[in-house]
């Protein structure tokens, strides 16, 4: 087991109407806010205006932005920027999911340095300071309610890149469960699959006597996919459910699950060629790149793969074919990623098979990437390739 | 589910040397601070010149306070709030295990209100404010490095009693599993079974659906007891087994495996009167008491219980006799604690069963006790009779 520190100070908030805590709990930190979200469904279900409501009893002034997209941009980020600085607020308040919080965190530390807030994710620069940001959550998937991650598109590429700061942890998050009934199936299959590939992205890993991480991920995703099916069979308006995807998905990423160990995440940098380059959504880019990352690395630490599908799918055989059992788990895990309407194939998701190579250069662009095993830009074609066949 | 809020903010320096960094570490918040500790083991092994080194380097200052015995008296806290007030200091630091962290926090609370400290352990209080606590932990058992509880021994009645408040959570827990392999094997025994009756407490709950948090009890609770089995059999230095007994202590008791329910405590508070009473180790009375209540509770919600026995300790049968499968659990719960060195019943603790009615009286003190069930008088010497068959 590696040393490590564990530092989450963000607050969470959960349950039935806690969505009316929000100005109480703003106004523990800043008086004059920017107010970020997508204007879509945040608005048309009302939501948005209980926010307001509740920020105005609390004696919380806000300017509102907009406009966030999924595989949010940075041209929004630098225009939450100008407004932040200009109007001087004090929190940045993210309404809606992942996309609406990472762009809310690139606003809060990108308007307190003097640099343009790009080079941050070019890694030229790290972040010294933020302001503090909070969050309502409407779509559990990305877990950046607790997280210490932030990615963001640049459209004048596109490049699809992540700044990890201590500073990006949001000072609260309010979680209501009753919030993401209303989410589009689809929605709710990417969220489960992001969760899932969170936890995954940790569970890989050759750090060998990690058993309570190890536990406690085969836990939560046990957990998730059987949650996922009651909503996925007529349980849409189930709370439970829906309340125990949720808080899974915050666990999935607040890096409780990585503790002795660092995680692989090359699965995630695959993804985010396919979503800059498609703009396909994040959680269908991994359920279609995790099982194609597992076949070609199935030889190397089989048991360790034996055991994710004996733990987490239930596959019998641990003692006979270790690399059969694996495969089966893996076949199991793409069948479930299918029954929640989740592409496992390029032309599942309309990905065109002929820009593999140019993928597979972006993603080296750092240098190698995983940790499992150290991937080479060959190795990424090899895998996009399994995922196109 | 119940709604809940979730926010601990102590950061964990956790594995090989991190006790090198509490200088540091410490003046990140104060320059004054008390060293509170012992003055036995941790001195004889050389961690506390280490831990003054650490400090001198860092520039801090410190006045000692020895003396800090199992169940913490109060006595010593009431020395400690006058001696913290007189010099002005501004942190208070413990090295030890749950009774040295535990003194530190009632004298941290303590010392900046202006009512005599046992108030708040009558409930006639609650913190309002409290100095830092920080802490090397050498002793994984009590979980008080990051929990919010403080628990403190009257000795003029005897009385034990417990403050559980958000303030009591200390700034910073330095843990180095290395620093635990010359624990006496009683030491660790008690130390073990503390942590599991602190997950088996928030994991007996009527709350239903909450699967995600019963899924992280019973992997904790796997993985304490395969590695209690490992430091039992020879493995008293092995780092890893150490390193997830130590995790595990941790989060057995941070308020993560109660989120959505409401823990039931009746055996803890049993064992208070126990130890209060015959001074015996909290942890040995936990592994008398426990078996004792869940043979008391166990037609009421059986496959609960039966769930308990096949998830964590393997029992099969859970599609035949219920309570037998409930049952077969509890025996090799008993089991497991025998072989560890703990007692589990009264005469094997040397505990006289003639004061059972005396105990029952005043464990009601303040009501009934528990949420499982709630507790009366009754109940009570029932179960304390229970464990003394």
Known sequence: ???????N???IIFGKGTENQVGSETALYAKRILLHHSGGFAVRSGLIDKVKESLKNAGVEWVEL???????????????IEITRKEKLELILAVGGGSAIDSAKAIAFGSVHDCDVWEFFERRRSPEKSLPVGSIVTIPAAGSESSLSCVITNENGPWKRGVNSPFNRPVFAIM????????????????????????????????PNVELTDEFCEGALR???????????????NYDARAEIMWAGTIA????????????????AMDHELSALFDIAHGAGLAIMFPAWIKYNIKDGTPRFARFAAKVWGVDGAFYDLEQAALEGVMRMENFFRSIGMPVRFNEAGIDPSRIQEMAKRVVYFGSIGQYR?????????????AAE
């Open 1 to 7: 087991m590696q040393n490590f520190t564990y530092n």
């Open 9 to 11: 100070k963000t607050k």
């Open 66 to 80: 907009t406009g966030v997209l999924p595989n949010p941009r940075l041209s929004l980020v630098r225009k939450g």
């Open 176 to 207: 209501n469960p009753e919030l993401t009934y209303s989410l589009p199936p689809y929605q709710s299959a990417c969220g489960i699959t992001d969760m899932m590939a969170h936890i995954m992205e940790r569970y890989f890993t050759k750090e």
């Open 223 to 237: 957990t998730i996919i059987r949650n996922a099916r009651k909503i996925f069979s007529g349980g849409e308006n």
């Open 253 to 268: 990423h607040n890096g409780f699950l990585d503790t002795g160990r660092i995680g692989d995440w090359a699965s995630h």
């Open 374 to 386: 150290k991937l080479t830009e060959k190795d990424a074609e090899a895998i996009y390739r399994l």
